[in-house]
């Protein structure tokens, strides 16, 4: 068995309607207890960085032994941001702020890191068109 790298690029599902609603502050607030939760979730996971990519977006780089289940790796960073429960003012009067992942792994493929995070990037972009809070291999 090998090591595999697997790659989860995040996005914060309606951030700039949140943003433009709650304010700046509050947006920061979020971004800062978004990062540490997925900070948390990693620790949980294993051997990995959690970076900030810009705006609304985080990378997840996550050294692997051996073969694992991307899937339900994604899905249990998307379950945590959503498991924060933080109303989100814009989706409806019970909705959460919520997460959407793109997952890219050498196992797909070559391992130089570019082409892992466009993967994943490509991949982010087809949860949210697939109706966001979920993750895409």
């Known amino acids: 068995m090998g090591r595999e790298l697997v790659i989860l690029f995040c996005d914060i599902d309606?951030?700039?309607?949140?943003?433009?609603d709650r304010g700046h502050l509050e947006g920061d607030r979020v971004l800062?207890?978004?990062?540490q939760t997925l900070l948390a979730t990693l620790s949980e996971l294993g051997n990995g960085v959690v970076g900030r990519m810009g705006g609304e977006?985080?990378?997840?780089?996550?050294?692997?032994?051996g073969k694992v289940d991307r899937k339900a790796i994604a899905d249990r960073f998307v379950r945590a941001v959503s498991d924060l429960q933080i109303p989100?003012?814009?989706?409806?009067?019970d909705g959460v702020l919520t997460?959407?992942?793109?997952?890219?792994?050498?196992?797909?493929?070559?391992?130089?890191?570019?082409?892992l995070i466009e993967s994943a990037d490509s991949k982010l972009y087809e949860a949210k068109?697939?109706?966001?809070?979920r993750s895409i291999l």
């Open 14 to 20: 309606w951030f700039k309607e949140f943003n433009d």
């Open 32 to 35: 800062r207890q978004v990062s």
């Open 57 to 65: 977006e985080f990378i997840i780089l996550l050294l692997c032994e």
């Open 88 to 93: 989100h003012p814009v989706l409806s009067p």
């Open 99 to 115: 997460i959407s992942i793109g997952v890219a792994s050498t196992e797909d493929g070559p391992a130089e890191l570019d082409a």
């Open 129 to 133: 068109r697939a109706g966001r809070a």
